[in-house]
Each structure stands twice: as C-alpha cells, then as structure tokens.
T-cell receptor, first 114, second 114 residues
C-alpha cells in the first residue's frame, strides 16, 4: 500500500484557474515537502514543513501556498495558474527535518495547464 | 549555491555489462550528504544509496557508490546490469544537516536491453 498518497494523479486546468494538490503520508514522519519537476529539469525543492510549521519556502511566487491541516497532511494550493506551472508535483516526507534525512516520495500529481 | 552535475542524460547498456553513472557536485560545505534516488516507471522515486563518509563504499541492492571529496564525486556503479535496473537515477546533494534543501541533478535514464 502506498504510504504517501497524492491526489489526483493527473490534473488538467485552464489558465487563470485555481487547483489544490492533496498529499497525505502514513509513515509517521514529522517533516513534509513539496518538489516540482518540469519537463527536462531536475526535481526542484519548493517547500518544507516540520511539525506543521513552514521551515523553508524556495518558491518565488505567492501563487503557491502550502496548507497543513494535520501533521501528516500537506496540500498545495496553486492560484492563477499559468502554462509554465505545468509539471509533476511530488510530495515527500522524512522522519525529521534536515539535510541528512532520507526523502520518501509520493507518486506525484501531473499538472497540465492549458 | 550547491549544485549537482550528471553528465549523461541517457545510458543504454546490454544486460550483463557494468553500470557507471556519473555524479559530481559543488558545495561550500565540508561535510555534505550525497544521495542516489531511483525512479522506476509508474512508481515513486526512492532512495537507493546515501553517504557522508569520505572514501567509504556504500552498497545497496547490488549498486555501490563511494564519496570522494577530493574529486567531489559520487558515481553509481554496478558490476552487471539487469533489465530491471532500467529507471531514472538522480544524484542529490545536501550541503549540511541543518538544512532541508536537497539539490537534485538532472537525472540519468538507464536503459538495459537484452
């Protein structure tokens, strides 16, 4: 059974709309992250949370807003969608926050903005 | 800032031949953490190897890598490729433990044929 659930798996949106990407982890981890992978680019760190507290935000745009209602839950709200936002968004978690930690990834949400 | 270079975008091999995927990095920190993540088709990326110890071979699932700080390298090797090794391999770097930012390379796709 997948331990990190991301929903939906595929998402198509129109420019200017708003979408929420869902992520839940059942590993008992204390830290959660969002990464983005655009076409032909490496995985790119976006946000990190530890015990539901925002630790780091490497996303320049305020259109991307993480939301953590529970420790094992980290959604990503994206507003005013643009075609450049088209990417696969990976949620990840680790036992604790820190650079030495192993990241555990979800299967990703592939977003296409038309 | 930190960076990771994977020079090969695609490596094609015949089953049974040795595998070597290159990874070099740049960081100002003296004790970085290096990772190899593997992403099989239709699965989530997952950790294959990690190391922070200079000149120590790390092994898992038939793969091995040695962190060489003198050359800033962490190449991934396997003595004999299998069809099931076909996947996307990411080298990743964390400059220090008190950060959450893991920098990924662009990835190397390994295709193993019969």
């Amino acid at each position: 059974d997948p331990k990190i659930i991301q929903k939906p798996k595929y998402l198509v949106a129109v420019t200017g709309s708003e979408k929420i990407l869902i992520c839940e982890q059942y590993l008992g981890h204390n830290a959660m992250y969002w990464y983005r992978q655009s076409a032909k680019k490496p995985l790119e760190f976006m946000f990190s949370y530890s015990y539901q507290k925002l630790m780091d935000n490497q996303t320049a745009s305020s259109r991307f807003q993480p939301q953590s209602s529970k420790k094992n839950h980290l959604d990503l709200q994206i507003t005013a969608l643009k075609p450049d936002d088209s990417a696969t968004y990976f949620c990840a978690s680790s036992q604790d926050w820190g650079g030495a930690e192993t990241l555990y990834f979800g299967s990703g949400t592939r977003l296409t903005v038309l | 800032g930190d960076s990771v270079t994977q020079t090969e975008g695609l490596v094609t091999l015949t089953e049974g031949l040795p595998v070597m995927l290159n990874c070099t990095y740049q960081t100002i920190y003296s004790n970085p953490f290096l990772f190899w993540y593997v992403h099989y088709l239709n699965e989530s990326p997952r950790l294959l190897l990690k190391s922070s110890t200079d000149n120590k071979r790390t092994e898992h699932q038939g793969f091995h890598a040695t962190l060489h700080k003198s050359s800033s390298s962490f190449h991934l090797q396997k003595s004999s490729a299998q069809l099931s090794d076909s996947a996307l391999y990411y080298c990743a770097l964390s400059g220090r433990s008190n950060t959450d930012k893991v920098v990924f390379g662009t990835g190397t796709r390994l295709q193993v044929s019969p």
